[in-house]
């Protein structure tokens, strides 16, 4: 039996000050926190705020998540993920202000994947944009990290497949998912995490 332990998982949350969006944001993490005092980690799966070639909007929104995960999550540990709106307009060079490298340490995030341990499971958070454009040092990393008995929890802002996806948005799928799914299935201790266009997800 799976080790067991609660997160709060996020994503797509595309911060910005329209439509009362912070203020509502509070109100989510409040209302998620008062209904489950037992979680113990965030899971932010991307598109935190959406990539934007404007440095200074980009830095604003960025300090706007910061506070509200200050103010609101105090406590617990946060582990973010790169999604697709990182990426938007995203720079040749990958140390620009925009840039991947920019986005990761915004985020807080030691690499652009990483994996780290919680409660005896071992996550694995993906750059699955990446992944989709042929980076065969992650790929070779994914495959040393998911070779033991211990459970892991793939972190991932495109879903390796979804049901929802196919039917809704068939492109906001990993591309090589096929190849990620014969690849998961060959590992029984190896759970997936959001759908990108459905909240119906399966428990880890």
Known sequence: MNPVLT??????????????????????????????????LVLNTGD????????????????????IVAAELAGLTVHNTLGNHEMDWLPADPDAPTGIQAMVRMLKMPNRYYAFEQAGWRFLALDGWALDKGDPAQLEWL????????????LCHHPIWSMATVTVY??????????????????????????????????Y
């Open 143 to 154: 495959h040393r990290e998911i070779a033991g008995s211990k459970p892991v929890a793939i």
């Open 7 to 40: 997160a709060i998982h996020v994503t797509d949350i595309h911060l910005h000050r329209g439509w009362d969006v912070p203020a509502r944001l509070r109100a989510a993490f409040r209302h998620i926190r008062q209904r489950h005092p037992q979680a113990t």
């Open 48 to 67: 935190t705020i959406g990539g934007l070639a404007d440095r200074e909007l980009t830095l604003r929104r960025y300090r706007l998540w910061d506070e």
């Open 170 to 203: 068939p492109g906001d799928m990993l591309k090589s998912y096929k190849a990620m799914g014969e690849l998961f299935g060959r590992h029984l201790n190896v759970r997936l995490d959001q759908e990108h266009t459905s909240e119906l997800q399966s428990p």
